[in-house]
């Protein structure tokens, strides 16, 4: 087999427009990705996709309140909206790499593991929420929203308008870790982790029970790279390339980066805390177990990216 490649997928990639949300519309969005990731299998790359779901998470939570407000639907706890956007974006994705195998005559399997994440119940982000989940709102509407929620917490997300924001702890551990494994061993393209895994904390009795969160799917996806070995992560965004003083007369694009270079920009704040930080803090902490190569790109790019022609590629020292 090649190269075990990990690919992660935003969730915002899979909502073009904020027309464009149905459900329809992701499955073609879904498609249109699968056909990079289908040029990476032709490359002969042995491949795992994780996947975002913030967008989707909001629109389940916002489904369940309206449901309850109109026909007195019990309510949907946040934890569930995790593991139903994880089995519904992961059945498209699934569905649409099928399809696209079938296509160009590859002989290829897919499989989607329900995958939940441990995390700690002590996590400070428990009472300090970061996590942008659901639609852009204008200034008004978020602060009419949070007059019929006064619990809700609203950030403005890089310029692009106001979103709501839930926990997001940290993991610790994924739990059906073995049995990736064993998928990619037997020759399957595994889409695992979805919307950054289900949150589990564990009990005294050593046992499990899902948490009200949101798990940042990069931090889970350099976890989950870590644990089965994977050789590349490649983290997918809204730009070919990552930029220092982005915005700025002196925007500058980067292809080829060490770890060390990276670091300093991180230090002189070049990549904003809601966007691009958590990506790059990602790519580090693969770098730093196990990881040879680590590439930020948009979902267009990744066929370019894997050979070196497109994308920002953090490497450990030299270029």
């Known amino acids: 087999m090649g190269k075990l490649v990990i690919v992660a997928i935003g969730g915002n990639s899979l909502v ?13 969005a879904v498609c249109d990705t699968a056909v990079n990731i289908a ?14 779901n913030g967008p989707q998470v909001g629109f389940g939570l916002r489904r369940s309140e309206i449901a309850g407000e109109v ?20 059945y498209q994705i699934q569905q649409a790499l099928t399809n696209e195998f079938s296509k ?8 989607t593991v329900i995958t939940q994440v441990e995390v700690s119940i002590d996590d400070p982000n428990f009472k300090n929420p970061t996590k942008p989940v659901g639609s852009f ?11 019929e929620h006064p619990d809700w917490i609203f950030i403005e997300d890089s310029g692009r308008g106001y979103r709501r924001v839930v926990p997001s702890p940290k993991p ?23 919307g950054g895994g289900i949150p589990v904390v564990k009990t005294e009795e050593n046992t499990y029970e899902g948490i009200d969160a949101v798990i940042d799917k990069d931090f889970a996806t350099s976890l989950l790279a870590e644990q089965i070995n994977a050789e590349i992560l490649i983290i997918t965004t809204g730009v070919s390339r990552v930029c220092i003083n982005f915005g700025k007369p002196n925007q500058k694009a980067l292809e080829n980066i060490t770890v060390e270079e990276t670091k300093q920009y991180v230090e002189e704040g070049h990549f904003p805390a809601g966007s691009m930080l958590p990506k790059i803090e990602a790519s580090l902490h693969f770098m730093k177990k196990n990881g040879s190569r680590v590439i930020i790109t948009d979902p267009e790019s990744l066929k370019d990216a894997i050979i070196g022609k497109a994308g920002t590629h953090i490497i450990k020292s030299g270029h």
């Open 172 to 194: 610790i551990d994924i739990l059906e870790k073995d049995a990736i494994k064993s998928l990619i061993d037997a020759g399957y393209v595994v889409i695992a982790i979805g």
């Open 137 to 147: 709102f204008t200034l008004e509407q978020a602060e009419l929203m949070k007059k």
């Open 71 to 90: 026909a007195g639907m019990p309510s949907v706890p946040l934890v569930n909206c995790v593991a139903d956007t994880q089995g519904g974006i992961g």
């Open 104 to 111: 160009r005559g590859i002989n290829k399997k897919v499989a």
């Open 39 to 52: 040029d990476m299998v032709e490359q002969d790359f042995n491949v795992v996709v994780t996947h975002g």
């Open 16 to 28: 073009k427009d904020n027309g464009l949300d149905s459900v329809q519309d992701q499955y073609e």
